[in-house]
């Protein structure tokens, strides 16, 4: 009896330390991350349930995503009362996963900004993903510095003001080091622009990425779809290369724009991909 007592619990140590096991990007300070438009055709409490199946722990949810079943026709934002916060950080947490970061959020509006960040702080994001009116950069600054809270520019394509670096850079010159971009790869590429140049011209201002692959660029394609992560044309080892070298740590959230309805079983070989990856870059 006490031999198979001994046994049980060595077994019950051995499947602890298994779960607290970090992978090697997880111990260089890589936190993959879901941005929920990946799963825009369910709702936030169905993403919560597709994250906890792929083993994510974290999420970025962007405003007007619809919360889900319970939640009428509510949808996630800075309109919702602080009780439904509440409630929907609970869903996520007894899914294992944390609410990081809220975007892609556009307002010429400043009382809608101060909203925007009371929301981020109420459910303790680490950055909000955006895309501000360069006329209203001295009150998000203030925002972020008032709440603690990182602003992450997105680069949506022409003719959004930050589709290049160069722009992006332009606009925060001087600005807090919490401001910076929230690096979508796929955009620059489809813009035309080299990914690797880009993140160069960023360097100390990379917060965040909407980490993706792309199919190389065809003759009379309207556009490149997004793959399977490394059966794509984007320099995602090159990229991960450089985040090792300049000590980068933050959160690489996955965007997957394709297969809507069945998209889990790709991104699954995404992550597995991902893991081979920054295994190989991090030895």
């Known amino acids: 009896m006490l031999k198979k007592l001994f046994l049980l619990c060595g077994l019950m140590m051995f499947v602890a330390t298994g779960l607290q096991a970090k992978t090697k990007a997880e111990k260089a300070g890589w936190k993959i991350a879901m941005q929920s438009y990946t799963f825009h055709m369910f709702s936030v409490l169905e993403a919560f349930d597709k994250c906890q199946e792929l083993g994510i722990k974290y999420i970025e949810i962007y405003p007007g995503h619809k919360l889900g079943e319970g939640y009428g026709d509510l949808s996630f934002g800075p309109d919702l009362d602080a009780q439904t916060l509440k409630k929907i950080q609970r869903e996520a947490s007894s899914r294992g996963l944390k609410i990081v970061g809220s975007g892609v959020y556009v307002s010429d509006s400043k009382e809608d900004w101060n909203r925007f960040f009371q929301m981020a702080k109420a459910l303790r994001m680490d950055y909000v993903t955006c895309e501000p009116n360069p006329d209203l950069w001295d009150h998000v600054e203030a925002l972020s510095k008032k709440y603690g809270i990182q602003v992450a520019v997105h680069n949506h394509p022409r003719p959004s003001t930050y589709w290049n670096p160069d722009a992006l850079l332009q606009h925060i010159q001087g600005r807090a080091k919490g401001i910076g971009s929230c ?49 794509g044309c984007l320099q995602l080892k090159q990229i991960l290369t ?37 295994c190989e870059v991090l030895q």
């Open 242 to 278: 450089y985040l090792r070298d300049m000590k980068w740590k933050g959160y690489l959230a996955v965007e997957y724009e394709a297969n809507w309805m069945n998209s889990v079983p790709d991104i699954r070989k995404c992550l597995q991909y991902f893991d081979t990856l920054s």
């Open 183 to 231: 690096a979508d790869i796929g955009h620059w590429n489809r813009q035309g622009l080299d990914e690797m140049e880009c993140l160069r011209k960023l360097g100390s201002r990379l917060i965040t990425f909407h980490f993706k692959d792309i199919a190389p660029k065809r003759s009379g394609e309207a556009e490149q779809s997004d793959v399977i992560w490394g059966t």
